[in-house]
């Protein structure tokens, strides 16, 4: 079992910047952020294979948006830069630890076994 404690969220004005920390309890071959806002489904933002480095960033954050990782810390970071309004929602953590993402699109949430409680980011105009 993995737990993750995300961190970082907050309130900032459009154009502003804020970094997202998932801390997680052990190995995950994948961690990803996904986020929702009111009324809308739950969308992928940025997938990375730990370790490995490789990172998938989704088109509507693309150049905006980066992820990292921390081996030594278990730390999964999302640097979101240029806020906008519409980047307004949770913000999820998850961890594939098993590796299900291969099988699919690394956007496939069902792929995630394991989810932190959400950081709310609030980006106003």
Same mark, same amino acid.
């Given at each position: 079992?993995?737990?993750?404690?995300?961190? =970082?969220?907050?309130? $900032?004005?459009?154009?502003?910047?804020?970094?997202?920390?998932?801390?997680?309890? =052990?190995?995950?071959?994948?961690?990803? /952020?996904f986020r929702q806002a009111p009324g809308k489904k739950r969308e992928g933002v940025a997938v990375i294979s730990? =370790?490995? =480095?490789?990172?998938?960033?989704? &088109?509507?954050? +693309?150049?905006?948006?980066?992820?990292?990782? #921390? &081996?030594? +810390? &278990?730390? $999964?970071?999302?640097?979101? &830069?240029?806020? +906008? @309004?519409?980047?307004?929602?949770?913000?999820?953590?998850?961890?594939? @630890?098993?590796?299900?993402?291969? /099988?699919?699109? $690394? /956007?496939?949430? #069902?792929?995630?076994?394991? /989810?932190?409680?959400?950081?709310?980011?609030?980006?106003?105009?």
């Amino acid at each position: 079992q993995v737990q993750l404690v995300e961190s =970082g969220g907050g309130s $900032v004005q459009a154009g502003g910047s804020l970094r997202l920390s998932c801390a997680a309890s =052990g190995y995950t071959y994948r961690a990803a /952020w996904f986020r929702q806002a009111p009324g809308k489904k739950r969308e992928g933002v940025a997938v990375i294979s730990t =370790g490995e =480095g490789s990172t998938y960033i989704a &088109n509507s954050v +693309k150049g905006r948006f980066t992820i990292s990782e #921390d &081996n030594a +810390k &278990n730390t $999964v970071y999302l640097q979101m &830069n240029s806020l +906008k @309004p519409e980047d307004t929602a949770m913000y999820y953590c998850a961890a594939d @630890p098993r590796g299900l993402s291969r /099988w699919g699109s $690394v /956007w496939l949430q #069902d792929a995630y076994e394991y /989810w932190g409680q959400g950081t709310q980011v609030t980006v106003s105009s």
